[in-house]
Nanobody, 124 residues
Framework: QVQLVESGGGLVQAGGSRRRSCAAV????????RGWFRQAPGKERECVAA????????YYADAVKGRFTISRDNDKNTVYLQMNSLKPEDTAVYYC?????????????????WGRGTQVTVSS
């Protein structure tokens, strides 16, 4: 079974940066949309960024546009999330995921493989 293994995260000061990575181990999702989601306490899980299989088409939530960048390296079966100019409201558990089917989606229920999630805390 393919697993998504995340790295990065932790505590960072407001205005700082973090780079997350998510590697597919035991298989590949090179033809699937990949996404980064986050869930803050008391809130629903939301997609903050997604990328198509080629890496040319991306989606960003309005709250992170201009600050976060998603990218992927299919040779390494890895997707990245570069987070810059972090704000306290970015504090959440961040998850990487792979879509169930081919094609564009940012819906949580259309992603079937998930990483364990990592806490990112931005202090003011």
């Amino acid at each position: 079974q393919v697993q998504l293994v995340e790295s990065g995260g932790g505590l960072v000061q407001a205005g700082g940066s973090r780079r997350r990575s998510c590697a597919a181990v035991g298989g590949t999702f090179s033809r699937k949309y990949r996404g980064w989601f986050r869930q803050a306490p008391g809130k629903e899980r939301e997609c903050v960024a997604a990328i198509d299989s080629s890496g040319r088409i991306t989606y960003y939530a309005d709250a992170v546009k201009g600050r976060f960048t998603i990218s992927r390296d299919n040779d390494k079966n890895t997707v990245y999330l570069q987070m810059n100019s972090l704000k306290p409201e970015d504090t959440a558990v961040y998850y990487c995921a792979a879509a169930i089917r081919h094609g564009y989606t940012t819906r949580v229920d259309e992603y079937g493989s998930w990483g364990r999630g990592t806490q990112v805390t931005v202090s003011s």
